[in-house]
């Protein structure tokens, strides 16, 4: 499966940013979706992921309650709302997949594909 990130950019402490992660080339509706982010110096961190159906969801607790993970299978697209953005939020995310579900979601190295990244900058 390919995947394509968009959505990134630069917006204030406060603002609102949403993420898509749009798949194509295999069965969209077989993969767990995680979104992970990296920022410069630090290592890739998980930050939230969906099950197949979208009926499980999984979130970083520094994310939680502001972040929301997402998917519709009829557009083989994943959605990251990230509200409440803060300066730390500032990183590439990426959405990466996994058949069925990685063994433990956290773990970047149990998924197959990856995107590309998108850029997200809050600014203070």
């Known amino acids: 499966v390919q995947l394509v990130e968009s959505g990134g950019g630069l917006v204030q402490t406060g603002g609102s940013l949403r993420l898509s992660c749009a798949a194509s080339?295999?069965?969209?509706?077989?993969?767990?979706i995680g979104w992970f982010r990296q920022a410069p110096g630090k290592e890739r961190e998980f930050v939230a992921g969906?099950?197949?159906?979208?009926?499980?969801?999984y979130y970083s607790d520094f994310v939680k309650g502001r972040f929301t993970i997402s998917r519709d299978n009829a557009k083989n697209t994943v959605y990251l709302q990230m509200n409440s953005l803060k300066p730390e939020d500032t990183a590439v995310y990426y959405c990466?997949?996994?058949?069925?579900?990685?063994?433990?979601?956290?773990?970047?190295?149990?998924?197959?594909?990856w995107g590309q990244g998108t850029q997200v900058t809050v600014s203070s």
């Open positions: 990466a997949g996994e058949k069925y579900a990685p063994t433990s979601w956290a773990r970047p190295d149990l998924y197959d594909y």
């Open positions: 080339g295999r069965t969209f509706s077989n993969y767990g």
């Open positions: 969906i099950n197949w159906s979208g009926g499980l969801t």
